[in-house]
């Protein structure tokens, strides 16, 4: 059993008691991709965290295969209909997967981390990481665009999403890419604890910032 209960109250004190909406955009990790759909880790952190505030509730608009891309032509519309307080981003892997280039990808997830922050929501930045048989300079690339995201525009980050569950294939499914069912409380305890050190930072420094990395 998921021992995150004790991280809810911490989670809910920044915010008022009568609601609380998550929004997640992600790819198929978020997507419950191989696993029934209520047994993935946004259904159980939102189980879970509904036991301590009947008030809250997640919004999961991951779809498999999705893109950096994808999730900012999609994210105006979510954020006009759901109006949540916090936003968690997972994008950026299939990007890596299809060899698109990280300075695309940063533009896209900043814009998108942009766009929350404008509504006033609070971000959750997931950083991923890719095969190292993409060579070691494209994986330093794409890994510092989160780092170098979270720093600018500070907001709540999780290095490596998949930490400990990615090489451990015990956690994972045949495919070497997605968790499993065992992986999936792993997973949505880590958000729990994330959730509770989220900043509360309106936008830092303008997309313009974008033309001093390389």
């Known amino acids: 059993m998921m021992r995150i209960g004790l991280f809810v109250l911490c989670i809910l004190l920044p915010w008022p008691a009568s609601a609380l909406t998550i929004l997640v955009l992600g790819d198929s990790l978020s997507a419950a991709h191989g696993i029934p759909l209520d047994q993935g880790w946004v259904s159980l952190l939102e189980k879970q965290l509904k036991k301590e505030h009947k008030a809250v509730t ?29 936003v968690i981003l997972e994008l950026g892997g299939n990007d890596g997967l299809r060899g698109i280039l990280p300075p695309q990808m940063e533009r896209n997830l900043a814009s998108m981390i942009e766009l929350s922050q404008t509504s006033g929501a609070r971000i959750l930045l997931l950083g991923m990481k890719i095969p190292s048989n993409y060579g070691p300079q494209f994986s330093r690339r794409f890994e510092a665009v989160y780092h170098r995201l979270a720093k600018r525009y500070q907001v709540g980050f999780v290095p490596f999403f998949l930490d400990g ?9 045949d495919d070497g890419i997605h968790p499993n069912l065992q992986a999936q409380p792993i997973l949505a305890r880590r958000i729990a604890e994330a959730l509770t050190n989220i900043p509360d930072q309106s936008v830092q420094q303008s997309s313009q910032d974008m033309g001093s990395n390389k």
């Open 165 to 173: 569950v990615a090489l451990d294939a015990n956690l994972m499914q």
């Open 58 to 86: 997640i919004v999961n608009a991951s779809i498999s295969g999705e893109t950096s891309a994808g999730g900012l032509r999609r994210l105006p519309g979510l954020l006009e209909t759901h109006r949540p307080d916090i």
